[in-house]
């Protein structure tokens, strides 16, 4: 199998790599190491049994430190984790200072210094997002059909792993020692395997620990082998796409009405709309669109999100974007829709909306409609009008106590994204597509929540 291709930037001399610890000699020191910590105070503990009058707190209390340090360093080595320049750095300042600590009498903040050693020496190395690969990122999605989610690989923040030669990647991010991939691989789907190999064996040298949020069910199989994954990944259904088929789409019949309704009024409000480029925006069309960000209930100030959206809104940094912009009958702007295409224009998705407060009723559906026959005109096959997260929960009214558990917990977070109320906007369009799944091991459930919600909803400042 073809290595992945070496698209990464000469390390940071703080990030050398002095210790590889993924081998097996490694694992057997740092179990005999573990071995002999605990058993020192073990000794200490018979000892103190046998001769009650031995004065032993002092060993105690070293053999204890040393036994934590000597843990957090085990459990580094067993999960794989390098050692890098910083790290050594960092764990030598620490002991150091701890050591400094017990000769000025402060024994606790000594003890705890110490064993903070053995945290940080082994703790978790990071990627950092490159600006440069995302005209070859683009280059992947614009060949990339019938997958809603492959635009928002272009997200800021995300970095990427390639294959050899550069046909297909995936998207991801790191934290506390985890890779949480976003959605599917782009490109050339006969890569795929090869691709997710690949990654996971970088991951493996890595130390970190796979998740994949956004995998489709078509994509399910190129996770679930535990001797290429190198651990037992658990599919967790999360929700479906909503996709129209653009050219069979009319808001004919009475599944339609309320639709019909809430297009009606902006009509007859006098709105009207045009799709513009992103990229293309002057000056007066530009504060126009700021001043709608500004005013809007989304949140002005931050972007939030990792998995189904972009960042950078209006700031023109990506390729294909298209914005719908609704206007009163006076000429102001009330609101204004972002997409993202894919596949050559086959596929339409919908990054977020955006409008005033107090904008008329109905804005959202007429701009979705008007950008559903805007892409049919254009030759798209397909429009996403966002994902319906765990739509059986919102369905069913007769609810089961675990349910009614997760309804409650769904609502928690109603500030940040209000999973309901975006349901119901895209069941009007009768849409709901194929499933979404997080990908996940059930034995690292409580440490996979904490990095999936931060990575999903802590603000990143808006320059704007």
């Known amino acids: 199998m073809n290595g992945p291709v070496d698209v990464a930037a000469k390390p940071r001399a703080r990030e050398r790599v002095v210790v590889h610890v993924d081998s097996r000699a490694a694992r057997w020191v ?39 340090a000597v843990a957090f ?19 030598a300042l620490f002991v150091l200072a701890g050591l400094g600590a017990h000769v000025l009498s402060f024994d606790l903040l000594g003890d705890v210094l110490i064993v903070g050693s053995g945290i940080v020496l082994m703790w978790p190395t990071s990627a950092h997002p490159r600006a440069a690969d995302l005209p070859r990122v683009w280059s992947l999605i614009d060949v990339t059909a019938d997958d809603p989610l492959a635009p928002f690989a272009m997200q800021t923040g995300k970095c990427y792993h390639f294959t050899a030669d550069g046909t297909a990647a995936l998207a991801y991010r790191t934290r506390l020692g985890y890779a949480a991939v976003g959605g599917d691989p782009i490109g050339d789907e006969a890569k795929f395997p090869e691709l997710v190999a690949d990654f996971a064996a970088m991951c493996h040298t890595r130390g970190w620990r796979i998740a994949v949020v956004g995998c489709s069910e078509r994509r399910l199989e190129l996770w679930r082998d535990p001797a290429v994954i190198g651990q037992s990944l658990r599919a967790i259904p999360i929700g479906r796409d909503v996709v129209v088929d653009v050219a069979d789409f009319e808001m004919v019949g009475r599944k339609f009405r309320n639709l019909r309704q809430a297009v009606q009024r902006t009509h007859n409000f006098g709105i ?45 940094r990506f390729p294909g974007i298209k914005l719908i912009i609704a206007r009163d009958a ?38 979705s409609v008007d950008m559903i026959m805007a892409a049919k005109d254009a030759g798209a096959q397909r429009l996403s009008l966002s994902f319906a997260a765990f739509p059986e929960i919102f369905e069913d ?6 349910q009614r558990v997760f309804y409650r917990l769904i609502h928690i977070l109603d500030p ?14 009768h849409a709901m597509h194929a499933r979404r799944y997080a990908v996940i091991s059930m034995t690292q459930l409580l440490p996979l929540v904490v990095v999936l919600l931060t990575l999903e909803f802590t603000p990143r400042r808006r320059h704007l």
């Not at 045009?274 to 069309?285: A, W, Y």
Request: glycine share 12%.
């Open 30 to 68: 740092g179990a005999l190491a573990l071995l002999c910590a605990a058993g020192w105070l073990v000794v200490i503990l018979a000892r103190h049994h046998q001769q009650p009058d031995w004065h032993y707190s002092d060993r105690l209390g070293w053999s204890l430190t040393v036994l934590g």
């Open 397 to 402: 009214k007769d609810r089961g106590r675990v």
């Open 330 to 367: 006076e000429g102001r702007v009330q609101g204004f829709h972002r997409y993202a295409t894919a596949g050559g224009g086959s596929d339409v998705s919908l990054d977020v909306p955006w409008r005033r407060r107090g904008s008329p009723n109905g804005i959202d559906e007429r701009l």
């Open 272 to 316: 009207t709309t045009e799709i513009v480029d992103e990229q293309q925006l002057d000056d007066k069309l530009l504060a126009e669109l700021t001043d709608v960000v500004r005013a809007s209930p989304s949140g002005a100030h931050h972007d939030r999100g990792f998995y189904m959206n972009l960042d950078g809104v209006l700031e023109g």
């Open 416 to 429: 940040l994204i209000a999973l309901e109320s975006l349901f119901r906007y895209v069941r009007k369009f």
């Open 73 to 91: 360093i085990a459990r580094g080595i067993f999960l794989g984790r390098p050692v890098t320049t910083l790290h050594a750095t960092a764990a």
